[in-house]
Nanobody, 120 residues
């Protein structure tokens, strides 16, 4: 059974930085996955993709337009932990951030989420 454990959320002032982590453990899917990604959901809004990184090709990345140039997704060499470095945070970045793993068989697994609040 795949488990995803997120950490690193919290309260930060506008312009500040946070680093989120997501550690995958459990089944073989944690070694054989296609993509790991970060998503977020603000109150009253739909969950949206923030950033994604592939397990191959050195880690091909993709970002939502709203975070390009401010957020960076990365992973460990073993690929079982991903990070989201968030800089120049804005109040509109406030949301619950979720980690997701999509396996090579297209199964999807989600973490429990971590709250990020950007406020002065």
């Amino acid at each position: 059974q795949v488990q995803l454990a997120e950490s690193g959320g919290g309260l930060v002032q506008p312009g500040g930085s946070l680093r989120l982590s997501c550690a995958a453990s459990g089944g073989s899917e944690t070694f054989n996955y296609n993509v790991m990604s970060w998503h977020r959901q603000a109150p009253g809004k739909e969950r949206e993709l923030v950033a994604a990184i592939s397990s191959i090709g050195g880690g091909i990345t993709n970002y939502a337009d709203s975070v390009k140039g401010r957020f960076t997704i990365s992973r460990t060499n073993a690929g079982r932990t991903i990070y989201l470095q968030m800089n120049s945070l804005k109040p509109e970045d406030t949301a619950v951030y979720y980690c997701k793993l999509r396996s090579t068989s297209s199964l999807e697994y989600w973490g429990q989420g971590t709250q990020v609040t950007v406020s002065s």
